[in-house]
């Protein structure tokens, strides 16, 4: 791999840090606090839009769509965009001012490569105009969703249209009062080969039938204004016409949505823990316990330089998988993609950690950003498939590769 970033990926580099060295880190404090207030649940921060204008003005807008996807993309590869998601990462509520927050990135990427003409006129284009918001519905509370193929949400043709039944949770975004379309995954047979049961459909949120049952809070934060919704789908009539792709292409779909869709939420979260780092050290440098200035202990030093370390080889990772995805596809560059979602979230928290221990008392108050990161970095070992379902894809195919070799 080329280690040099391309001269379109510095140049974008350079004028998304001035944006948020300028627009959003000195309004990061008043969102946070914005957000936390219970008389805000559900609303947007107000400066928001001005910010997003702002952004799409500099052209700062959509840059995670990749360059295969013709008109829609601002041409960036996966390697291109992943240092500019870090940037994004810095603060919790960035990602959405440059039209690049999950679930929207993944949906429209869906919507991109899979949505007809007549999908992507309705839904895709007030996405990326950043009109509207989404969802993606894939895990229900009653069954263990980690295997996909077990959701029992059933998407059954009635008099011309698709009726669906069942319950899903943890809808993030659900909640955003802009929220207006889902993509639900469901079964639509129940006797085909168990990759071909599933389907996805697009459902308007305000179909009848579909009720927001109740937010889930993630370590006891609502994550206002988007949210994580429970969410009953009764009787939900669509057009066959809302179908994605085919009946039976749910893991068709959700494999092409998922590679890309990791490299962002991995460059995330090392913006995360690289500005946790530099929150750490600052705070090392500006208190003196026992009469020392803190950064003098040995320990000190210690959890600042492990995090330093493990940061670089994070990103070194991600990059790499990056740089596979571009040159030979999500497939193929499945153990790379394994490998970050593995070894990322939990160095995150394991920084974010430290970072808290070192900030003190403040550290898990609302007055840092770090007790928040922390639950997000957590909830990332859980969220798009926890740590020990990529370690057994990794350690099977890791034995196929090398079992036999070493008798
Ligand atoms: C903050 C947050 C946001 C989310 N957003 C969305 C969203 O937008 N849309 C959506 O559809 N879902 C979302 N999810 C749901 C998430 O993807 C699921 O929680 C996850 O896939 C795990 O499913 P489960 O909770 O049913 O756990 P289960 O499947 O019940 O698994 C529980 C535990 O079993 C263990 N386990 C599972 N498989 C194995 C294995 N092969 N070997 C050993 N141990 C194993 C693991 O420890 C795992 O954590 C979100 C979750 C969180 C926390």
Known sequence: MNFQYTEKSLELQSRLKDFLKKQILPADEEVEAFDRDPANLWIKWPGLEKLKDAARKEGLWNLFLPRDYGDFSPGLTNLEYAPLAELMGRTRWASEVFNCSPPDTGNMEVLARYGSPEQQKKWLEPLLEGKIRSAFL???????????????????????????????????????????????MGKTDFDAPRHQQHSMILVPMDTPGLQIIRPLSVFGYLDSPEGHAEIVLESVRVPKSNLILGEGKGFEIAQGRLGPGRIHHCMRLIGMAQRSLELMSARAT??????????????????????????????????????????????????????????????????????????????????????????????????????????????????????????
Not at 145 to 168: C, F, H, W
Not at 320 to 345: H, T
């Open 138 to 184: 894939m895990t229900e509370p009653e069954v263990a969703s980690s295997d996909a193929t077990n959701m029992e949400t059933s998407i059954v043709p009635d008099q011309g249209d698709y009726l669906i039944n069942g319950r899903k949770w943890w809808s993030s975004g659900a909640m955003d009062p802009n929220c207006k379309i889902a993509i639900v």
């Open 286 to 407: 500006s208190r003196s316990p026992f009469g020392r200035s803190l950064d003098t202990y040995s320990s000190i030093r210690q959890e600042i330089s492990r995090s330093a370390c493990e940061i670089e080889q994070a990103r070194l990772l991600v990059l790499s998988a990056a740089d596979r995805i571009d040159r030979v596809g999500s497939k193929s560059a499945k153990e790379l993609i394994s490998m970050i979602k593995i070894v990322v979230p939990a160095m995150a928290a394991n920084v974010i950690d430290r970072a808290i221990q070192i900030m003190g008392g403040k550290g898990v108050s609302g007055d840092s950003p770090l007790a928040h990161f922390y639950a997000a970095a957590r909830s990332l070992r859980l969220a798009d498939g926890p740590d020990e379902v990529h370690l057994s894809q990794l350690g099977k195919s890791t034995i196929r590769k090398y079992g036999q070799a070493n008798d």
